[in-house]
């Protein structure tokens, strides 16, 4: 790095030299081939006009820069201007005979293209200085950010002990003993051996400079504040004090070469950076820019954000050479703006200036190139603790005027020991957005509801996949004896009724008749454990609910909201139960009865039980079913479901074709939405209803489980407590069969089922209802 | 909005602890199920990994005074902090009666702090809700900390809207300030649903 920093000194002093000769030979040239020698000028204008016009193309050239700085540069101009006319003067006696006298007059006056050559070489000799005087970056950026960091810093009064030793600073270091950070011994200098290691010592407070007070801070604080909430009992506790905020201050210690270098305000040394021209006048007053306040970051809490390949230095090093050792310095402007976001970030363009040029590895355009976007975050504590604490100081107060006439509704007792507070689902693994759920449990409603119309229901909008944790394996439940007939305890008790007439020999075993229990379920850890995971499932439904009770031995866990009654969705639900498990032997996935005011989803578990969730009419029924479905699939025993066989009695049907009335056509038409279907009857017989039957194939089947639908659910169905019953749907993967009860004028009951692969689950509702209508009209 | 069962006059509250990850969402729930007692809360339910982040949400409804005639239920939701959750957090607020924002106070964790404010304005938005006018009360957690940001500087950054809320310092591994903020927050909700105290009675 040294023989860089020769090279480039050297390569500007040639520059400058051969321009001079240059200059020099063109005018002895020009003398010598006796062109302008009749061309005089008067020694006035030689010796005024050049300062004048040096001083005005300083202004040109120098935009940007102090007065002082142009001011310089223009008695730099005249002083190689005077230079120019010595050297030309020395070419010319050497080259013509004449006395050095008198060639030295021609050169400077009497010759007229010699001033005028001289005139023109000199700003151009100054030009291989430029960058010393006005930097690259200050006049490449001065369009974009017009006030420069460097500007604003005002010059060191003396050289500070910390200054580095730039023969040593410079030295080009390996990779690796960049990497090794600023613990390096061989980046020590033996002059500097005294100096304690590379430690940030936090500027210590001071009062701002008078004459420039702090600026308004360019971040709006809203509103204003108080110091502590006014609330009752609970205030906000006070502030903690303040932490020191250094007031701006200004940057001491500025190494001169250095401020050369990067600081055009700085006077430059003249041991350190010879000049170009003489000596300077004295710097002028600190612009306004100078008196900015700044924020110190220590280099060290920085230093691991810069790449190091693009620096030559180590991070020990790199700190020295700042333009404030050890301190990265940040116009105060630039950061409040961002206060408001929790961090700072300064991009990198702004600060490199600090940065000395021979630090780099490359040059700033390819550091730029490299690293587009690249941007510092400043450590916030530093960074806050160096703003007056009036920014931040908000003044409304807390608007709480009415709370503390309520009385706090917790009172907290002594915390219970740790180890018993909040058990936890465990978990597998990490799971994808949106696919884990948690149970939402609570106590079951304490009393009847009877308006349930004026509540509100939330119902999520969002469909999820939930994948519910394993819970351990049923243990196996012996099923009760035999059901007795248990006494109905319940005015309106549901009681699930064998089917009637069975003509065919059923495979499945037929279900003795259950009593609803009337008391409170009895629960116990299989159930509560399997309540507990089929929650997790429900759990984008809204708050629900639940109970678990053992129905013919398996569990039944019943899902409530609290805007519905439970007592007749217990009753629902616990008698529809047997019929729900013949028919899962029967294929059966799912089973959805609709009432005017409920719809109640039954999810067979297998060997589980029975899922039964239910929501208000008008709620997410499509999600219900779904989210029920997947939750029995991650905690139900589906997987082992007894193989497809027939659970209900074949009952004999008449085909409408054969004698059947016109009614029956129109109701198939209607039924569009189940796929082509063939139409049948299937009479009443004492108790069983008649059965309109609407299937391609196996309509005999259908009939019977039609009859065992309305001997389960529609028979004693308590209308008053859930709402008239519309439907009960049979789902087997897309094939649906639904059942709706037919309002006959002669009290025959009659049923229609209608069953075929629908992929459109609402229009086949409606087309049932549709075909309902058309038969009930006749 | 409360979820009203007249027939068992019963109330439901929905408070909703928001917060960036590892805030301290969950110990707060966790000190308030410790410390109530028994006939006051229900079962908590937490699903977290490994590492005790919460996986979905947590939740721990609990029973407080009596207003006009009804018992009033506050259901304590936590949401995930990391912000790959975000529908998550979206649907845990749906239907929020009041929010707490648990922050973080460390000074590497402002910016998820500021961030994840917004981000609970933004999802309340969605379900045309305004943070200014909902109830919500704002929470400095882990003061106990070494590195943590004064607090005039942790109200510019969280609480310097036009209608500022209620904040608290707490500690919510040790309880300091967790019931405050609940009360609070709870307190508020009750304004907003009945009015002027009447009647109540814990």
């Known amino acids: ?778 | 909005m409360s979820i009203i069962n007249y027939a068992a006059r019963v109330i439901n509250f929905k408070i909703v602890y928001y917060g960036p990850g590892m805030a301290g969402k969950t110990a707060n729930l966790q000190y308030i199920h410790r410390c109530l007692p028994g006939d006051n809360k229900g079962k908590m339910i937490s699903l977290a990994t490994g590492d005790d982040r919460t996986l979905f949400f947590d939740f721990l409804p609990v029973s407080a005074v009596g207003v006009r005639g009804f018992t009033t239920r506050f259901q304590l939701y936590t949401v995930p902090g990391q912000t790959h959750y975000n529908m998550t957090r979206k649907l845990v607020l749906r239907g929020v009666d009041g929010v707490v924002f648990v922050g973080d106070s460390q000074w590497d964790r402002l910016r998820e702090n500021v961030e994840s404010l917004r981000n609970l304005d933004d999802n309340l938005r969605e379900y045309g809700l305004d943070l200014a006018t909902m109830p919500h009360v704002i929470q400095y957690n882990k003061r106990d900390l070494g590195s943590v940001a004064p607090l005039d500087y942790l109200e510019y950054l969280l609480n310097r809207g036009t209608r500022r809320a209620p904040s608290f310092e707490a500690v919510a591994v040790d309880g300091t300030g967790v019931f405050d903020t609940l009360n609070t927050v709870s307190r508020m909700v009750l304004v907003r649903e009945f009015g002027q105290a009447q009647e109540a009675r814990p």
């Not at chain 1, 612009?287 to 220590?298: D, T, W």
């Not at chain 1, 629908?758 to 087309?767: I, M, Q």
């Open chain 1, 1 to 778: 790095m040294a023989r860089h920093r020769t090279r480039v000194r050297a390569s500007r002093s040639l520059r400058a030299v051969a321009v001079g000769l240059l200059a020099a030979v063109t005018a002895t040239a020009l003398f010598e081939f006796d062109i302008g020698r009749t061309l005089l000028l008067s020694s006035s204008m030689v010796a005024g006009a050049p300062p004048m016009l040096y001083l005005l193309l300083a202004f040109v050239l120098l935009r940007g820069a102090p007065f002082g700085r142009r001011l310089g540069w223009a008695v730099a101009a005249c002083g190689i201007y005077a230079g120019l006319g010595i050297a030309s003067g020395l070419t010319l006696s050497l080259a013509h005979p004449m006395s050095l006298e008198g060639a030295l007059r021609r050169s400077l006056w009497s010759f007229a293209p010699a001033p005028f050559i001289h005139f023109l070489a000199a700003p151009l000799v100054l030009l291989a200085w430029r960058p010393r005087l006005v930097p690259v970056r200050i006049s490449v950026r001065a369009e974009r950010e017009p006030v420069m960091l460097m500007a604003r810093v005002p010059a060191p009064p003396s050289l500070p002990a910390s200054t580095p030793d730039w023969d040593s600073v410079l030295r080009v270091p390996s990779a690796t003993q960049w990497m090794s950070g600023s613990g390096a011994p061989r980046y020590d200098r033996p002059s500097r051996e005294h100096e304690p290691p590379t430690v940030y010592l936090p500027p210590e407070p001071t009062p701002p400079p008078a004459p420039a007070p702090a600026p308004a801070p360019a971040v709006a604080v809203a509103a204003p504040s108080v110091t502590a909430a006014a609330v009752a009992p609970s205030p906000m506790v006070a502030a903690p004090a303040p932490p020191p905020v250094s007031a701006p201050k200004p940057a001491p210690a500025v190494k001169p070469a250095l401020a050369v270098k990067l600081a055009p305000v700085v006077k430059p040394a003249p041991t350190r950076q010879p000049p170009p021209a003489p000596p300077a006048p004295a710097a002028p007053a600190p612009a306004p820019s100078e008196l900015e306040p700044v924020i110190r970051v220590a280099f060290d809490r920085i230093a691991d954000q810069l790449p190091p390949d693009v620096f030559t230095l180590p991070p020990a090093r790199l700190a020295e050479s700042l333009q404030e050792p050890h301190v990265l310095l940040v116009p105060r402007r630039l950061v409040l703006p961002q206060l408001g976001e929790g961090a700072v970030e300064i991009p990198w363009t702004l600060v490199d200036s600090q940065f000395p040029e021979l630090a780099f590895s490359m040059p700033q355009a390819e550091v730029r190139r490299r690293f587009p976007g690249w941007v510092i975050s400043l450590p916030m504590d530093e960074v806050v603790r160096q703003i007056p604490l009036d920014t931040f100081r908000v003044q409304a107060p807390a608007d709480l005027s009415d709370i503390s006439e309520f009385p706090a509704p917790f009172n907290p007792g002594p915390p219970e020991p740790e180890e018993v507070a909040a058990p936890k689902v465990p978990a597998p693994a990490e799971p994808a957005e949106a696919v884990h759920f948690v149970a939402v449990v609570e106590p079951p409603a304490p009393t009847p509801v009877v308006a349930a119309d004026e509540v509100e229901l939330i119902i999520p909008e969002i469909l999820f996949v939930p994948e519910t944790p394993p819970i351990p394996a049923a243990r196996p439940v012996p099923a009760p004896p035999a059901a007795p007939p248990a006494p109905v305890a319940t005015p309106k008790p549901v009681v699930a009724a064998a089917p009637a007439a069975p003509t065919v020999p059923m495979t499945a075993p037929k279900p003795a008749p259950v009593a609803l229990p009337p008391v409170p379920a009895v629960t116990d850890d299989e159930s509560e454990a399997l309540g507990r995971a089929l929650a997790l499932g429900l759990v984008p439904l809204g708050a629900f609910d639940w109970r678990a009770r053992r129905v013919g031995g398996r569990p039944l866990v019943c899902f409530v909201p609290p805007t519905l009654t439970r007592e007749g969705i217990d009753a629902l639900a616990a008698g529809a139960t047997p019929l729900v498990e013949r028919l899962a032997s029967w294929g059966i996935e799912q089973v959805t009865i609709r009432t005017t005011r409920l719809v109640c989803v039954l999810t067979p578990l297998g060997a589980r039980g029975c899922l039964a969730a239910a929501v208000r009419r008008g709620g997410a029924v499509a999600m219900l079913e779904l989210l029920s479905a997947r939750a029995a699939r991650a905690t139900g025993d589906v997987a082992s479901a007894p193989s497809p066989a027939i659970a209900f009695p074949a009952v004999a049907t008449v085909p409408a074709g054969n004698g059947g009335s016109h009614r029956l056509g129109e109701a198939a038409g209607a039924l569009a939405a189940f796929g082509p279907v063939a139409s049948s009857v299937a009479e009443a017989e004492g108790a069983a209803p008649s059965v309109y039957v609407f299937a391609d194939h196996d309509q005999a089947v259908l009939a019977g489980a039609a009859r065992a639908v309305h001997a389960a659910l529609m028979t004693g169905h308590d209308e008053n407590a859930l709402g008239r019953l519309e439907s009960v749907v049979l789902q087997r993967g897309r094939q649906r069969t639904i059942v709706r009860p037919l309002r006959s004028p002669g009290g025959v009951p009659a049923v229609l089922a209608a069953a075929g692969e629908v992929t459109l689950a609402g229009r086949a509702h409606r087309a049932a209802a549709q075909a309902a209508a058309l038969l009930e009209a006749h």
